[in-house]
């Protein structure tokens, strides 16, 4: 493509598209015409980002810059543009037709992220990341890992534990979960037993299934300790940043916690109640067609752990909420199905914790009562 020359004495306003890598980050740039400036690669480090930028201001005035995958290889790079005070747009969808038509690289992928912060075909604010909530999401994701091996390795042990000898066995199988834990920890294997092959089999055996459950028993206890360290830094970090939110009937610190992450530092990027409700999936999307007028389909997208945290709350309140069991009931004489009900319900619980965001600006706002909910 064929760079256009742009007189001298006319303001070029720069839109920039930035393709991100694990090494390096591929710039693009075109004027607010359209008009392909140029292109260049640099290295994904502090020093990088402000050659980046410093190339971008040497075309002309930058009013906006579209980075691809601001939650991962891009964080860094949206997070010191914002610093500098630089439009960030989120574009992580590429433009298919053009793929087809012109092919892959990193310039065109740079240059179809301008393209598409220009055409408004993109126009989502990233995350800020760099404040408590992200210190929230970060924390949660260590205790989701650590859960995980937690209970991966209580599996591993109660596996072991099964084969193990039948003397041993008998004496560990009827145990609850950490009496077992506990007993597994006061074993003593003859570690003799274990240096060579002299011993008799059965006793390498022993000693190797004890050194075995020992062993697991101490890893599991640390991986539990972890996870109830974290829940405490977690539990005083939500009650701090969010105590409209976790007061919430239904809306305990775990379920708050995904509403932060799910919102982001920068709560203000969601513009109503409705791109919030659409960015947890309870939006419902317009299916009509033709003849066909008014009809709606399930939203399928949004963020799926925000969607569930939604589905909880709503639960919760129908079996222990009075003003929404009276609305279940008004709702059920229409003929609504519960499947329909907890819809609705998803959709006002969402406009009710958009309002109640740790956000200034949205204090004085009041939430609509339940009976207007549908």
Known sequence: ??????????????????????????????????????????????????????????????????????????????????????????????????????????????????????????????????????????????????VKARTSTFNTLWGVMIGAPSPLRDELVELSKKTLVNRCLRLRPESDDLLGLAAAPDRLLLAGVKTALRDLARRWKQLDEEVKTLNKQIDALVRATAPDLVGLHGVGVEIAGQFLVTAGDNAERIRSEAAFAKLCGVAPQPASSGRTTGRHRLSRGGDRAANSALYIVAIVRMRHHQPTRIYVERRTAEGLSKREIIRCLKRYIAREIYRNLPRPALKHQQAPSLQTAA
């Open 1 to 146: 493509m064929t760079i256009q020359p742009v007189p001298e004495s006319t303001v070029v306003r720069v839109i920039g598209g930035v393709d991100t890598h694990k090494n390096t980050h591929y710039a693009a740039a075109v004027d607010d015409h359209g008009r392909f400036l140029g292109h260049r690669e640099f290295p994904a480090n502090d020093h990088g980002y402000q050659q980046l930028l410093a190339w971008m201001h040497e075309h002309g005035e930058v009013l906006a810059i579209g980075v691809e995958s601001t939650g991962c290889f891009g964080a860094a790079l949206s997070r010191f543009l914002t610093a500098e005070a630089i439009q960030v747009v989120e574009v992580n969808r590429p433009n298919r037709l053009a793929r087809r038509m012109d092919g892959k690289s990193d310039r065109l992928d740079a240059e179809q992220i301008a393209r598409a912060v220009l055409g408004q075909t993109s126009t989502a604010t990233p995350k800020a990341k760099s404040g408590v909530v992200e210190v929230i999401r970060t924390l949660r994701v260590t205790r989701t890992s650590a």
